[in-house]
């Protein structure tokens, strides 16, 4: 598969409000690791090869368990997920597939229990972002394979 358009240098400006976005979802105070575990799950949903590449790496060079990446598709029926994990990986779900279901009252109710207003404000763009970012590379055909996780000095984008 042929890649389309390389969006970065034919909308410089666009990149950077999604990159300025991503940097301020970084910066909101919700775990990197609970951030990542969501873009990989939304990516993986999304079939965006680049994200799924670059957020499995970020977590596994976070120190994430193998096993915990490994049962992300099927998180619902594996025990090794915080309640908070829980919450926010169905929440993602939810507002990913907004033409499913829309997103249930129950839903957010669990979401609720695990995060506070702003954290679910915060936790809701994330996923906003990461469709975008998905949206983005799905379509102009970016090819998943080549990222390699930031050092550790410096937070991933997207």
């Not at 499995?56 to 594996?78: C, P, R, S, T």
């Not at 906003?128 to 984008?157: D, H, M």
């Amino acid at each position: 598969m042929e890649p389309r358009i390389n969006y970065a240098t034919a909308a410089p400006g666009a990149l950077n409000a999604m990159l300025a976005l991503s940097k301020s979802i970084h910066e909101s105070g919700l775990d990197e690791s609970l951030l990542n575990l969501v873009f990989l799950r939304a990516s993986q949903i999304n079939g965006c090869a680049y994200c799924i590449d670059m957020h499995w790496k970020d977590l596994k060079a976070a120190g994430i368990d193998e096993q915990k990446l490994y049962m992300l598709n099927g998180w619902h029926e594996w025990p090794g997920y915080s309640e908070r994990e829980r919450a926010a990986l169905e929440w993602t779900e939810a507002v990913t597939l907004l033409t499913k279901d829309r997103v249930p009252d129950e839903v957010y109710q669990r979401a609720r229990k695990q995060f506070n207003e702003s954290e679910l404000v915060w936790l809701t763009l994330a996923v906003v972002t990461i469709n975008g970012w998905n949206r983005l590379n799905v379509a102009f055909r970016v090819p998943g394979g080549s990222y390699q996780p930031p050092s550790k000095t410096r937070k991933a984008g997207g």
